[in-house]
């Protein structure tokens, strides 16, 4: 039996079918005609990932949707795979477009694919927002610290809710030891301070032993030094 469309049928039943996974065939193609849906780009949105939706009609609307909606679609896994991969190659397209403000914006829900881009923008309110994403997890993030740390991803992390985990801490120092022994280093001595004292004092020594910055090195083997005496107060003065 052929289904009803706009104005027809009442919007609350139509959406209701636009879920369902088994549409008439053309209804879909039908759907995406009806003149108020060009104002309701959402609307557009569930057709596009439909699993039945023919892939020239997906194409043609996924190129007419908003960064917002296809950053959604993307990790949206009842989508037709067809339809966030060409909603990733979508966002590709339009990241480098996208202002400071909308980055920021983007950076709270972007597809996992991005947030090695993401962490790349040199700005610590992007980067700020990236790291409040809520699928960012604790192994994805330390695989992001790496060398060499901008200054603006140190900031972020010590403004985030990361900032008091001790393998943050850990990570965070290693990659600014890495930082500090390049030529020229866009980091000072004095922001390692807050995550030497996130760790406890056997873990500065544990972690004093892998530095090779040696001001570092001595900055958290001073800060280790009340626990190494009185574990051993044989052991030489560094």
């Known amino acids: 039996m052929d289904w009803l469309l706009p104005p027809d049928l009442p919007w609350p039943q139509f959406l209701r079918l636009l879920r369902h996974p088994s549409p008439p065939r053309g209804w879909l193609e039908a759907a995406a005609d009806i003149p108020d849906l060009r104002r309701r780009p959402q609307l557009l ?73 993401v962490w790349k923008v040199p700005d610590a309110r992007v980067l700020g927002a990236f790291l409040q994403h809520p699928r960012l997890g604790l192994e994805s993030l330390l695989g992001l610290i790496q060398v060499p740390l901008a200054p603006a991803q140190a900031d972020a992390l010590l403004r985030s809710r990361w900032r008091e985990i001790q393998p943050v801490a850990h990570q965070v120092l290693l990659a600014m030891d890495g ?21 406890p004092p056997e873990e500065r020594l544990i972690l004093a032993s892998r530095l090779g910055h040696p001001p570092l090195r001595r900055m958290v083997r001073t800060w280790a030094g009340g626990w190494r005496a009185g574990l051993d107060p044989n052991l030489p003065p560094e």
């Open 179 to 199: 930082t500090f022994r390049r030529p020229d280093p866009p980091l000072v001595l004095g922001q390692a301070a807050p995550w030497i004292k996130v760790l």
């Open 45 to 117: 949105r569930w057709i596009a990932q439909h699993r039945k939706a023919p892939t020239h009609l997906r194409i043609a609307l996924l190129a007419r949707l908003p960064w917002r909606l296809l950053a959604a679609l993307a990790e949206d896994p009842s989508a037709h795979p067809q339809a966030r991969t060409v909603a990733l190659e979508r966002l590709q397209a339009l990241w480098g477009g996208l202002t400071t403000g909308e980055r920021r914006t983007f950076a709270l829900r972007a597809p996992r694919p991005f947030w090695g881009q």
